[in-house]
């Protein structure tokens, strides 16, 4: 998963949709089904949570926090109505669901949104620390990073990124709990090979919401980025479907 350095922001119809990326990563992750909502005359936002989008992995932690993402989320939601939307909805993959389901809990103007592979009710959970090195490692090699400069962060990183996975795990305890105060329509997609996210805690985000009007699916074979996977074209379609009832 490469990084694109800034946000992106595709204005196109009178709806509007957030999309908000995972860990460790940017708005590539969504930026191929932004342009098919596009195409489907939606008006798209994907911002950057900070402390992604750069050479230096450590950014994360240095200047990443769940509170600080929580008001990235927050932000890209008034520079969308800042541009005149009233119509939005908010969805996010994996950490970025997890910010998606707390601006649903709290801004009732939203009219829905949802999470892709997304542990936000938490169950047994894969080694998001290994993942994260891989990333770590691979985007200094990306940016030409002098080796032992990178084995130094690395080293750091190594020594660190639990204490901030640790801080994201105790963030969405609240927001797990806070799920009854969802109202509006949600989305639910899970790919079925998750390395990742365990896809059982897509079952019971669903049984949290008893307030909301859920769509759950279910990608067999897919693994935990399903918005660029094989996964791909059938979420998009049904992800379609989703917002051509929201916006009825």
């Known amino acids: 998963m490469q990084v694109p350095v800034k946000s992106f922001y595709f204005e196109h119809g009178p709806q509007a949709v957030i999309l908000l990326h995972a860990f460790a ?17 939606y008006t798209v936002y994907a911002p950057m949570f900070t402390g992604h989008g750069t050479a230096d992995f450590t950014d994360i932690l240095l200047q990443g926090t769940p509170e600080r993402w929580w008001q990235d989320a927050q932000a890209a939601i008034q520079f969308v109505r800042d541009r005149g939307y009233r119509q939005i909805s908010i969805f996010g993959i994996s950490l970025g669901g997890i910010f998606a389901a707390k601006a649903l ?13 997304s542990p936000i009710v938490r169950k047994r959970q894969f080694s998001v620390h290994n993942t994260f090195m891989q990333m770590a490692k691979a985007n200094f090699v990306r940016f030409h990073t002098n080796e ?6 690395l080293k750091w990183l190594d020594d660190n990124i639990d204490q901030l996975l640790g801080k994201i795990a105790d963030f969405t305890v609240g927001v797990a709990e806070d799920l009854p105060k969802i109202h509006q329509p949600y989305f ?8 990742i996210v365990n896809p059982q805690s897509a079952k019971s985000l669903r049984d949290g919401l008893i307030n909301s009007q859920v769509s ?9 980025m399903i918005t660029v996977n094989s996964a791909h074209k059938q979420l998009e379609s049904d ?6 009832k929201l916006y009825e």
């Open 239 to 244: 992800l379609t479907e989703f917002l051509t």
């Open 216 to 224: 759950y699916h279910e990608y067999p074979n897919a693994s935990h």
């Open 25 to 41: 990563s940017g708005p590539v992750d969504v930026r191929m089904l932004a342009r098919y909502l596009e195409r489907q005359n």
């Open 105 to 117: 809990e709290n801004d009732s103007q939203l009219v829905g949104g949802g999470s892709l592979g």
């Open 148 to 153: 032992a400069i990178m084995n130094s962060k």
């Open 188 to 195: 639910i997609g899970q790919g079925l090979s998750d390395e």
